[in-house]
């Protein structure tokens, strides 16, 4: 009578504690990987089938590829790309149908093979669209889309704006905002698919006008031999490089003040800001798609105001 009754007790219990999740099994998580180790850019296949849950099944795979990029399901493939020879350490987490986790990690060797032998590094450019300076707050879409390299391609941009933010993408827009009139050096850094990388910059001039308006500069310049300068875009022919010298030194402030920034666009998707009525030199390349380029000068002075003067800027042999 007193064993029956204790079989009856322990079998309430075990029958109560069965019922709880309290005796869920962790899953067991397992990585097979192909191949361990290898140059930039380095594909590897993942594969979680070897995991399992004793006593259920698993319902999720999370990878967490240790570059920052994350993927799941339970096989996956990923490309690793880095400039210089690291490890990178692979999780997986499974996750049971009672919701229970476990991890296990995985070593990949990613060689780098930076801007060295056998890899050209890219070139990094971009376009500054509808212009580069304007009123607070200033919105400008930023096109990286003439960036190129030569024996790859180019898998990443990263765009620092200068102004505490950054982006990433091929082509995106940012807005800009200042209590004062201020420059915001952008840059773009690109990287190529075997890893090397390469940058550009440009600057941003966001305008805080005065309350009172009072006379502004006067912008002028004027454009070096070889180059002529059409009032018509005459397409004469044009050898594969060639250097234009602009001085804008008839560019005038109004009285009792100063020019304090001269802003160059090239007219051919490049441009400059200088701090100084310098002449610069531009570099024209024969991919172009015209001859004919509208070069723009823009000075601000330090009343904030601005004046711009463009001129057909032909090139002849
Ligand atoms: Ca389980
Ligand atoms: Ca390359």
Redesign the pocket.
């Known amino acids: 009578m007193r064993r029956r009754g204790f079989k009856a007790v322990m079998l309430l219990v075990v029958v109560a504690v069965a019922g709880c999740s309290i005796l869920?099994?962790?899953?067991v998580a397992r990585i097979a990987a192909v191949p361990l180790s290898g140059s930039s850019p380095l594909s590897v296949s993942f594969d979680a089938g070897g995991s399992y849950?004793?006593?259920?099944s698993i319902m999720a795979y999370r990878w967490d590829f240790g570059d920052g990029t994350t993927g799941s399901g339970v096989t996956t493939d990923h490309t690793f790309i880095s400039a210089s020879t690291r490890i990178y350490t692979v999780v997986l987490t499974v996750t049971?149908d009672?919701g229970?986790t476990s991890s296990c990690e995985q070593s990949i060797e990613v060689i780098g093979t930076g801007g060295g032998a056998g890899n050209n590094p890219p070139s990094a450019r971009f376009t500054v669209t509808p212009k580069s300076y304007g009123d607070s707050p200033l919105t400008v879409t930023f096109d990286a889309s003439l960036s190129t390299d030569v024996d790859g391609r180019i898998v990443a941009y990263a765009w620092d704006f200068g102004d505490g933010t950054t982006g990433s993408g091929k082509i995106l827009s940012h807005t800009f905002t200042a209590a004062a009139t201020a420059d915001f050096t952008v840059t773009l850094t690109v990287t190529d698919d075997r890893g090397a990388s390469a940058s550009t910059s440009a600057v941003i001039t966001v305008l805080v006008p005065p309350n009172v308006p009072t006379d502004g500069p006067t912008a002028a310049f004027t454009a070096s031999d070889p180059v002529t300068v059409f009032a018509s875009p005459d397409l004469p022919s044009v050898p594969s490089l060639f250097s234009v010298t602009f001085d804008p030194a008839d560019s005038t402030p109004a009285p009792g003040h100063s020019i304090k920034t001269y802003i160059w666009d090239f007219g051919d998707g490049e441009s400059v800001t200088m701090g100084s009525d310098s002449p610069v030199t531009h570099t024209y390349a024969s991919g172009a798609p015209s001859h004919t380029f509208v070069v723009t000068l823009t000075v601000i002075d330090d009343q904030g105001l601005t004046d711009s003067v463009a001129r057909n800027v032909t090139v002849r042999n």
């Not at 849950?53 to 259920?56: E, R």
């Open positions: 869920n099994s962790p899953p849950d004793p006593d259920g049971d009672d229970a």
